[in-house]
């Protein structure tokens, strides 16, 4: 198993640019989620889903959208990409809760985003 | 709502002295889950433990061992015997009801230095 992966590792944006961040996993895991990481900080969650077609707002969910059209990905889209967007992005997944195991977040490796 | 604090910003030692990360948390819930995560400088997550709030006993895992204690809302980590591929960000996070979800609360993180 793969787990959780991210596409891309890295990418440089300029401001006012659009991107789309996929997070793919292979753990038939219903719950996904978007964090930001920020320098000093530890991570904020953006938005998340418990299901396919469904999402919701995070802490921190101005500026992005995502989409969950299918259960092994979560998209997080940037539609105009500012400078305070720059961060390093973390996917996770869990099972729902109930499940044994629900309460750990399994995390991908990271998209380091920069904004200019 | 729920607050992880970890008041050590930096730390750094030389190897081999034995080093205690503090973590002391917030929250109104009965039940919840506490965890430790190590960020290395190649910037992925590494999951290190998962505690839940009503198994208060201590654990040791090689060099590693983990203190909860409730009555005091910390749940502190130390590392005997320190090395220098110890060297990384150490997260704390609390569990906290999200919907059907549960999201992570992180603590801004400590750095640790193993100097050599």
């Known amino acids: 198993n793969a787990g959780v992966t991210q596409t891309p590792k890295f990418r440089v944006l300029k401001t006012g640019q659009s991107m789309t961040l996929l997070c793919a996993q292979d753990?038939?895991?219903?719950?996904m989620y978007w964090y930001r990481q920020d320098p000093g900080m530890g991570l904020r969650l953006i938005h998340y889903?418990?299901?396919?077609?469904?999402?919701a707002k995070g802490e921190v969910p101005d500026g992005y959208n995502v989409s969950r059209l299918k259960k092994q990905n979560f998209l997080l889209g940037l539609e105009s990409a500012a400078p305070s967007q720059t961060s390093v992005y973390f996917c996770?997944?869990?099972?729902?809760?109930?499940?044994?195991?629900?309460?750990?977040?399994?995390f991908g490796p990271g998209t380091r985003l920069t904004v200019l | 709502a729920q607050k992880v604090t970890q008041a050590q910003t930096e730390i750094s030692v030389v190897e081999k002295e034995d080093v205690t990360l503090d973590c002391v948390y917030e929250?109104?819930?009965?039940?919840?889950?506490l965890f430790w995560y190590k960020q290395p400088p190649s910037g992925e997550l590494v999951f290190l433990i998962r505690r839940n709030s009503f198994d208060e006993q201590n654990e040791i895992s090689g060099r590693y061992s983990w203190n909860f204690q409730k009555s005091t809302s910390s749940f502190n980590f130390t590392i005997t015997a320190s090395q220098v591929v110890d060297s990384a960000v150490y997260f704390c996070a609390l569990s906290e009801p999200l919907g059907g979800a549960q999201k992570l609360v992180f603590g801004q993180g400590t750095r640790l230095t193993i100097n050599p």
């Open positions: 889903s418990v299901g396919e077609g469904t999402t």
């Open positions: 996770a997944s869990t099972k729902p809760l109930g499940q044994v195991g629900s309460n750990e977040q399994f």
């Open positions: 929250t109104r819930d009965t039940t919840y889950y």
């Open positions: 753990m038939n895991h219903e719950y």
